[in-house]
């Protein structure tokens, strides 16, 4: 994830979230490349956020939601996963050229409410969902 595109992530989220949210876009990693949290934002926001983006990162599904239903259908899966993952909907994967280069999470509304932003920031850079 460059840091261009990570900055128009964030700027998108901030201009377009309804409500205060905090947003964390990380590298492939689940590192931090930018990050804010909007004046009004519950401070819990801002580690929700971060693990959103880290667990879409790191994991091999390509959304929160989506790792949570795979948790789901195997409780064996679910205890061997990494202990700073989410299942909160709002963190989605980043891909360019069919990699992952990171991923982004958004926290402070309705879970629904918080994936769509993400998508629409990723999908406003350019960069795709797979």
Do not use: C, W
Request: without cysteine; hydrophobic residues 45%.
């Amino acid at each position: 994830m460059r840091l261009e595109q990570a900055l128009e992530i964030v700027d998108t989220v901030l201009r377009e979230a309804p409500d205060p949210v905090s947003v964390f876009v990380a590298d492939d990693h689940g590192e931090l490349v930018a990050a804010a949290t909007m004046d009004g934002a519950s401070p819990d926001t801002r580690l929700n956020a971060q693990r959103k983006a880290y667990t879409a990162a790191r994991s091999d599904a390509r959304s929160t939601a989506e790792l949570a239903e795979k948790a789901r259908a195997d409780p064996a899966e679910l205890a061997s996963f990494d202990s700073f993952f989410t299942f909160f909907r709002g963190g989605v994967a980043a891909f360019e050229d069919g990699r992952r280069i990171g991923a982004v999470g958004v926290s402070g509304l309705p879970g629904e409410q918080d994936e769509e932003l993400a998508v629409r920031a990723l999908l406003g850079t350019g960069l795709a969902l797979r």
